[in-house]
């Protein structure tokens, strides 16, 4: 169980490491896009920010040791003594609508929006997962909102739980009026339809993809690191707002996805963050697509 001493800290690590928008405390990003297609829609994958944390258990493995967690690491090849983060979204252009899913903490996304060929103000819709810095951050710049002409999509429960988040006042005054909300479980733009995924925030959602007989699963955050929450998706992370629920959610979702073997894309995971889940003994391992 994650103790409020815990949940303080890690929300101080959030805050310092994630909530601060194009700032000069934020190193200079660099962009990155990646087009693909699913059944009729094109799809692009965008670069914002790379994070590197250091491995000091306020996020992963917050009940065990900085040696438990080292021992993942380096039993995946990585380095024992940091854990990079890749913050990424998701554009899907469909005839008549070019959708964003999430937008990242304002770093380099606007610039990878552009690589990929379109101007915020193409954006028509904007659909969030969940209101952490680093997925709603990107929706305001200057004090103004970065996609003039999109609605703002996010479900009911989670736009509920930001207008009561005091780090997030500003982006909530922004966006205020451009605003829809959702009940997890709908068709919120056609082909998309939202997944709830409770624990890592009361509203959080993923986005299911659909075109053709072909498929996509943005599964938003309920994993963050490609090695930890997969090696060991039962150890409570700092993250999440309800860790026990955040653990079930999250054992649940990577059963299923091993099963279903269906692609999906992982905002944190290593740029463009798409690929599958696969059962590894007792746990789960990444397979990036190629
Ligand atoms: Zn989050």
Known sequence: MLGSKTSLLACFALATALATPASAQMPQQQPDSKSFKLGSFDIVALHDAQFVRPNDNTIFGVDR????????????????????????????????RLILID?????????????????????TDVLITHSHPDHMGGLVKGGNLAFP?????????????????????????????????????????SGITSVGLKGHTPGHVGYEMVSGKEKLFDIGDTV?????????????????NDAAVGEETRIKTLKKLATSKELIFAPHFPFPGVGHIQSD?????WVPAS
Do not use: C, Y
């Open 103 to 123: 937008t990242g903490v304002g770093g380099a996304l606007q610039q990878s929006l552009l690589q990929a060929g379109f101007k915020p103000e193409d954006v």
């Open 281 to 285: 003994g007792d746990h789960f391992k």
């Open 224 to 240: 963050h690191s490609s090695i930890i929450s997969l090696a060991r998706p039962d150890w409570p992370l700092g993250f999440d």
């Open 65 to 96: 040791s900085a040696e438990e967690v080292a021992d993942v690491l380096r039993a995946a090849g990585a380095p024992t003594d940091t854990i990079t983060l890749s913050v990424d979204a998701l554009l899907v252009k469909q005839p008549k």
């Open 149 to 189: 002409k999109a609605t703002i999509r996010m479900s009911s429960p989670e736009w509920a739980f930001a207008q009561k988040n005091d780090q997030l006042a500003e982006v909530v005054k922004a966006i205020d009026g451009h605003v829809k909300t959702f009940k997890p479980g709908a068709e919120v733009v």
